[in-house]
């Protein structure tokens, strides 16, 4: 007799808990990384298609006549007249203000922009030019600057940081959700490829340099950030970070002055190399630092959200001080915001500590330093986002009002729909299934009505901005609201990550300062 078969029952279907997005392991690797990198590279390619900084607006136009005017001067002068007022180079009109590795940059994009579109960097005739075939090969010139820098160097941090496991084993998993916080950076994305500028290149050459010290690579390292300070000046928020991280190291090796002698010896040279044909004389050094610091422009700039343009409401700083005691207060106010940071590194060096140091050095820089801009906003943000698994809820909350107190300045460019679009994809993926957002959230409801309140005021804020004119007497009233509102957040944000590095226990929380060193 037969035996009966038993009934063929179908797979039960997967939960909904199941459902795989890039960053569920077990991903393969590459395949996924490089599927998030053409993510984020299509992102940078709609947002470029949009307008940019001073479209149409002539005489001076904006950022990005400033960078095609690099582009001109490099181009057709010698580097002796890069950065001196003659005949062909007027300061006035977007003087080169940028340190050399800034402007070999310009010389290479221009030659590249010269052999297809001449008549776009022709020398003095080219002012103000515009057009589509322009515009196409400008953008082509971030865009490719961003896959060549940035997009290698974050694959390199995030690879560091998983392979030391920072922040706990636990942290592995999440690597290609990092990877996707750090790429899809909003406040960047729209500042390199909608407003138009190249920050991709200074930032990514930092962050090669931060993975570079992960890895145990200080050489490499200090040569990478020497690169990042001479192709934007602004990189220096990060030096005492740097300094001090590699000081401590130092100091518990065996042979400390044998390993500092070695880190100046790079630094140096890399310095001599960058800045080369500006040594061969102390009238043409002096005339390119000359530029790189314009303290005649005053201790700020329209609305920024630090401490002195958000004071300067009840302190007329401008009115009351010269330039040389506005110059020392500012210094002494930096110094005085980074020193608990830095001593904290100098005197236990760990990986985690290294990447709070980071954004605390450049937090303080940013409000509390001379000729402070919205876009500096994007320095601090970097450590930020590669502290993103540590402290996602702190990251997510800066994103937001980073962004916000650029919000002027975007809605200037006209790259409001950007605005909205690349800042929801972010928080898409921010709040993913399978994302680290939310696995330390533990919030009481007191406190989480508290941190709602700023949230709904900038939400009011961002349709009052638009929709009501502000009293004549005050025509720049909600810009100031915006400023005081994100400078309350940064200031709250720069307390707690000094509080967090400082509470830092070493010996747990990181792979241990005798393996680390």
Known sequence: MAK??????????????????PWHPPAPPVPTAVLISLAALLVRVLVSVGPYSGQGAAPKFGDYEAQRHWMELTLHLTPSDWYRNTSDNDLAYWGLDYPPLSAYQSLLHGRIINASLPEAVALRSSRGYESMESKLLMRWTVLSSDLLVFFPAALCFVWAYMKLGIGGEERREGWMWLLS??????????ID????????????????????????????????????????????????????H????????????????????????????????????????????SRLAPFERGIYEDYVANFWCSTSVIIKWK????????????????ILAFLPSFVQQVKSPSNLGFLYSLMNSSFSFYLFSYQVHEKSILLPLLPASLLALEEPRMYGWFVYFALFSMYPLIGRDQLLLQYVAVLGLFFLIYYSPGGSYGKRSNISCRAKLVLSLPFLYSLLLHITYLQIEPPKRYPFLFDALIMFVCFSQFVILAL??????WMLDTHSRSIGVKKDL
């Not at 916080?181 to 729209?190: A, E, G, I, K, Y």
């Not at 707690?496 to 590095?501: G, I, P, R």
């Open 193 to 244: 490829h909608g407003h138009f500028q190249y920050n991709c290149i200074s930032l990514g050459l930092t962050l090669g340099a931060t993975a570079g010290v992960l890895s145990r690579n200080e050489l490499v390292a200090a040569a990478l950030f020497t690169l990042a300070i001479n192709h934007k000046q602004m990189s220096l928020y990060f030096a005492p970070a740097f300094f001090s």
């Open 496 to 501: 707690y990550t000094n509080y967090k590095q």
């Open 4 to 21: 009966p078969r038993k009934p063929r029952t179908s797979a039960p279907d997967p939960p909904v808990s199941a459902a795989r997005l």
């Open 246 to 289: 590699l000081l401590g190291k130092c100091l518990k090796r065996k042979y400390p002055i044998v390993e500092v002698t070695k880190l100046a010896f790079v630094v140096l040279g890399t310095f001599a190399l960058v800045w080369w044909p500006f040594l061969h004389s102390h009238e043409a050094a002096l005339q390119v630092i």
């Open 319 to 334: 009115k009351l001080f010269t330039i040389k005691p506005l110059k020392l207060m500012s210094l002494s106010a930096t």
């Open 181 to 190: 916080m750090v790429l899809m950076s909003p406040c960047l994305v729209l």
